[in-house]
């Protein structure tokens, strides 16, 4: 059974930053692309980035150059640096991961930047 299970989410000043971390189970993460979405409050889930199997990694232009996804294959988690933080960055930040046609998510992770 394919489980994603955030953590790390927090409050922080603007400027500051987070670290959030996404541990996959039941997938062969070596193999998998991994994603991060998030979800301010009202509004939809948008994409934030994403890491393939093989390291390359894509940005939304909202956060090129203050996020970085980057995953560890020996500790099976993959990671989602925050830096720069801003209030328009208050959301729920998800793991996701699609795996033969099926759409995983995790429950999330809560980030609240301050002003």
């Known amino acids: 059974q394919v489980q994603l299970v955030e953590s790390g989410g927090g409050l922080v000043q603007a400027g500051g930053s987070l670290r959030l971390s996404c541990a996959p189970s039941?997938?062969?993460?070596?193999?998998?692309?991994i994603a991060w979405y998030r979800q301010a409050p009202g509004k939809q889930r948008d994409w934030v980035a994403t890491?393939?199997?093989?390291?390359?990694?894509n940005y939304a232009d909202s956060v090129k150059g203050r996020f970085t996804i980057f995953r560890d294959n020996a500790e099976k988690l993959v990671y989602l640096q925050m830096t720069s933080l801003k209030p328009e960055d208050t959301a729920v930040y998800y793991c996701?991961?699609?795996?033969?046609?099926?759409?995983?998510w995790g429950k999330g992770t809560l980030v609240t930047v301050s002003s």
């Open positions: 890491i393939s199997s093989i390291d390359n990694s």
């Open positions: 996701y991961a699609r795996i033969s046609g099926i759409s995983y």
């Open positions: 039941g997938i062969t993460f070596s193999r998998d692309a």
